[in-house]
């Protein structure tokens, strides 16, 4: 398979090279793939790197917050590090040495820009609520202007990214492999729990989409 090279030196995969990807659906893959990103910056001088909840629209990946947020007024200042990661499983090898993890990461670099357009502002965050629950934004309270303007969408472009995945069994050296100890792959996933309805909901009957 040919693959892409990477969009800027500093998003060169150098460690383990032959597990990067660098083209677009890979990468809006792995975005999606996660509900929590880390956003990197600095700001006054202060390193800092907060987690945050992100969707993608499009070609960009998306966080949103209040109009007052430090954060949030920084990454429009300044260039930033943005991260996901899902850990699909756990390797376990023969050695401690070998042991590893199955996984999607990405790090993406850039500039966030504020959506300031209101109807864009509310398609982006219709997107954010459209990604955790399908069908939902039609059946909320209607946002209202005021609730818009006390909100910050920020975007920043996914053309400077890079991914790393590893998605295979147990790599050992061939002198361990008679060793007494069970080698494999542990998988693991995100799985939804049972719903627990408000007490002061109106509708009782649970969404089939969380059922």
């Given at each position: ?11 060169r995969?150098r460690?383990?090279?032959?597990r990067?990807h660098?083209?677009a ?8 793939a ?10 006054n ?7 945050t909840?992100h969707?993608?629209?499009?070609d ?6 209040a109009?007052?947020?430090r954060m949030?007024?920084a990454?429009t200042?300044?260039?930033c590090?943005v ?7 756990l390797?376990?090898a023969?050695?401690?040495f070998?042991h590893?993890?199955?996984y999607?990461s990405a790090?993406i670099?850039g500039?966030?820009?504020a959506?300031e ?5 509310e398609?982006?965050l219709?997107?954010f609520i ?5 069908g939902r934004?039609a059946q ?13 969408v920020?975007?920043?472009?996914l053309?400077e990214?890079s991914?790393?995945?590893r998605n ?6 061939a ?12 998988p693991?996933a995100?799985v939804?729990g049972a719903?627990?309805t408000d007490?002061d909901?109106?509708?009782r ?7």
């Amino acid at each position: 398979m040919t693959r892409l090279p990477a969009p800027s030196p500093r998003t060169r995969v150098r460690r383990l090279p032959d597990r990067a990807h660098y083209d677009a659906d890979t990468v809006a893959a792995v975005v999606d793939a996660a509900r929590v990103c880390t956003v990197a910056f600095n700001w006054n001088g202060s390193v800092h790197a907060l987690p945050t909840a992100h969707w993608r629209e499009g070609d960009h990946l998306c966080i949103h917050g209040a109009r007052a947020s430090r954060m949030l007024q920084a990454l429009t200042e300044g260039e930033c590090c943005v991260t996901v990661a899902s850990i699909d499983g756990l390797v376990m090898a023969r050695s401690a040495f070998h042991h590893s993890m199955n996984y999607r990461s990405a790090a993406i670099y850039g500039r966030f820009e504020a959506v300031e357009d209101a109807a864009h502002k509310e398609a982006a965050l219709r997107a954010f609520i459209e990604a955790l629950a399908p069908g939902r934004w039609a059946q909320l309270r209607p946002v209202s202007a005021k609730e818009l303007n006390a909100t910050t969408v920020l975007r920043l472009p996914l053309a400077e990214a890079s991914v790393k995945i590893r998605n295979w069994g147990v790599k050992d050296d061939a002198e361990d492999m008679d060793w007494p100890v069970w080698a494999g792959v542990v998988p693991l996933a995100t799985v939804a729990g049972a719903p627990q309805t408000d007490p002061d909901s109106v509708v009782r009957e649970v969404p089939a989409a969380f059922g």
